[in-house]
């Protein structure tokens, strides 16, 4: 039994680059979440898949931000254009539809931006 | 604006003791309460979910659930200091948006 899972684990980038974090959820699984998180705070949700579509994108995620789960399985989380502020933990979790909805995190990718 | 609030601590107990978590939210819409354990340096573990008024217990740990006062708990019986962690109440709303407090620490002294 694989929960979720993340790659990379740790990320450390220049400002201004771009980066590229990955998501595998939990096999049956057909929603997935990203969710960010700094120091000192609860996960701030991002956006939200069921299945290929992405059903909700949160204010937070500015235009620099791009998610994509192009066969309903994996996701990407894409940064463009790194800022200091980008620098938290980002985490990915996954549900069933039908359930009760509750949502398994994977490891996190914890990002750096210098 | 949905809000949950939670006491960010820390809270500290002896060991054997009973760990007492709260946390409020805003929005009476609110279907669904969770609460996840995190450790430092780790992600969030779901450790009690409750969906309906009164309390839900599970080994040590009980969730209660107040839906007209808009107020959730954790109760962690026999803290053992293995419980020590930041606790992270969810509050999931009828979009799927889930929002979380800011979480509580808690440290169980030997």
């Known amino acids: 039994d694989t929960g979720v899972s993340q790659n990379p684990r740790h990320k450390i980038t220049k400002r201004g680059q771009n980066v590229t974090f990955r998501c595998d959820p939990i096999s049956e699984h057909n929603r997935l979440y990203w969710y960010r998180q700094t120091l000192g705070q609860g996960p701030e949700f991002l956006t939200y898949f069921q299945n290929e579509a992405q059903l909700e994108k949160s204010r937070l995620l500015s235009d620099r931000f791009s998610a994509e789960r192009p066969k309903g399985s994996f996701s990407t989380l894409e940064i463009q254009r790194t800022e200091q502020g980008d620098s938290a933990m980002y985490l990915c979790?996954?549900?069933?539809?039908?359930?009760?909805?509750?949502?398994?995190f994977g490891p996190g990718t914890r990002l750096t931006v210098t | 604006q949905k809000e949950v609030e939670q006491n960010s601590g820390p809270l500290s107990v002896p060991e054997g003791a009973i760990a007492s978590l709260n946390c409020t939210y805003s929005d009476r819409g609110s279907q669904s309460f969770f609460w996840y354990r995190q450790y430092s340096g780790k992600s969030p573990e779901l450790i009690m979910f409750i969906y309906s008024n009164g309390d839900k217990e599970d080994g040590r740990f009980t969730a209660q659930l107040n839906k007209a006062s808009q107020y959730v708990s954790l109760l962690i019986r026999d803290s053992q200091p293995s419980d020590s962690a930041t606790y992270l109440c969810?509050?999931?709303?009828?979009?799927?948006?889930?929002?979380f407090g800011a979480g509580t620490r808690l440290t169980v002294k030997p």
């Open positions: 969810a509050v999931r709303y009828n979009n799927n948006d889930m929002r």
């Open positions: 979790a996954s549900s069933q539809t039908g359930g009760k909805y509750e949502q398994y």
